[in-house]
């Protein structure tokens, strides 16, 4: 301690001016987690590519097995189309019961 009192002084500026920073992070934070139109944009977004990250693997298995089905006698096609077909139809109700849910 100094006898005219500047370090105390000092010392307590610096505490002021760090707990200034963390009030404002700590704000920050806060408006962050109250911004619930943006969070919910967020998880949208989210929801989306998953559903697109899906909808990649599951055209790629089915062109897979498309590729080794055989087409039986009498040119009728096997069950790989009809399977494509469904899993699209799957995927497209997931994508709007998720839109619908979020809205409301």
């Not at 500047?6 to 200034?20: M, N, P, Q, Y």
């Not at 990250?53 to 009498?74: F, I």
């Amino acid at each position: 301690m100094t006898r005219n009192g500047t370090g105390d002084t000092e010392a307590l500026r610096e505490e002021i001016r760090r707990t200034r920073v963390e009030l404002g992070e700590t704000m920050e934070a806060l408006a962050a987690k109250a911004d619930v139109k943006k969070r919910l944009k967020s998880s949208a977004e989210q929801a989306r590519e998953r559903m697109r990250e899906q909808a990649v693997l599951t055209v790629a298995r089915v062109r897979g097995q498309a590729s080794v089905a055989h087409e039986p006698a009498g040119g009728r096609l096997g069950p790989a189309p009809f399977v494509a077909l469904a899993a699209g139809a799957v995927v497209a109700a997931l994508v709007l019961v998720i839109i619908r849910g979020r809205r409301g």
